[in-house]
C-alpha cells in the first residue's frame, strides 16, 4: 500500500529550526555563472503549526538578500500550496506556487513568472530533508519549452 504524505506536523522534526550552509547562484547566461555565498536558513512553523516559514538569507556581489516561503498543505487533496518572495529574484511580487510532498517529506512546489515580452517561464523549488541535520533548497529556472535549469543551491546543516 502506498503511503501518502499526511500533514506539516511530519515534517517538524527534520526541519524546525536554525540551519547554516552555503548558497550557489547560477547565472548560466554570464560568464562566471556561479556565484557563491554564506547562507542562513530558518524554518518555524505559524498559525498554530498549519503552516511552515522558511525564511533564507544569501548574498550577490557582497549585497545581502533575503527570502521567504510560505508552505501549507492540504491533506485532503495531497497539495501543497507555497507563497515565495525573495529580495533579488522577484523583486516586489510574490510568487503563488503548487506542488507536493512525498512520504520521505521532498518538497517540491512550482510557480512561474512574466518574461516579457515573451512568454511565461517557470520555477520550481524543491526542498529536501537529507537527515535530521542537513537540508536541501534548490531552485530551478524553467524555460517555455519545460527545460529546467539549475539557478540556485543551497545546502544546509543544522545550525548550534
Known amino acids: 500500500m ?3 504524505f499526511m500533514n506539516l506536523s511530519e515534517l517538524q522534526n527534520n526541519l524546525l529550526g536554525n540551519w547554516v550552509g552555503s548558497n550557489l547562484l547560477r547565472l548560466s ?8 555565498s554564506p547562507s542562513l536558513l530558518s524554518v518555524k512553523h505559524v498559525a498554530k503549526g498549519k503552516f511552515l516559514t522558511f525564511t533564507y538569507t544569501w548574498s550577490h556581489e557582497d549585497v545581502s538578500q533575503e527570502g521567504v516561503i510560505l508552505l501549507g498543505y492540504d491533506a485532503k487533496q495531497e497539495l501543497a500550496t507555497a507563497a515565495w518572495v525573495d529580495s533579488w529574484h522577484m523583486s516586489s511580487k510574490i510568487m503563488a506556487c503548487e506542488g507536493a ?8 512546489i512550482r510557480g512561474s513568472y512574466e518574461a516579457l515580452p515573451g512568454p511565461d517561464w517557470g520555477w520550481r523549488i524543491a526542498i529536501t530533508p537529507k537527515s535530521g541535520k542537513e537540508l536541501q533548497l534548490v531552485m530551478y529556472n524553467i524555460s517555455p519549452e519545460g527545460v529546467e535549469d539549475l539557478a540556485v543551491q543551497a545546502d544546509y546543516k543544522r545550525g548550534k
Open 29 to 36: 547566461w554570464l560568464t562566471p555563472s556561479d556565484y557563491h
Open 101 to 108: 510532498i512525498d512520504p520521505q517529506g521532498a518538497i517540491s
Open 2 to 4: 502506498r503511503r501518502t
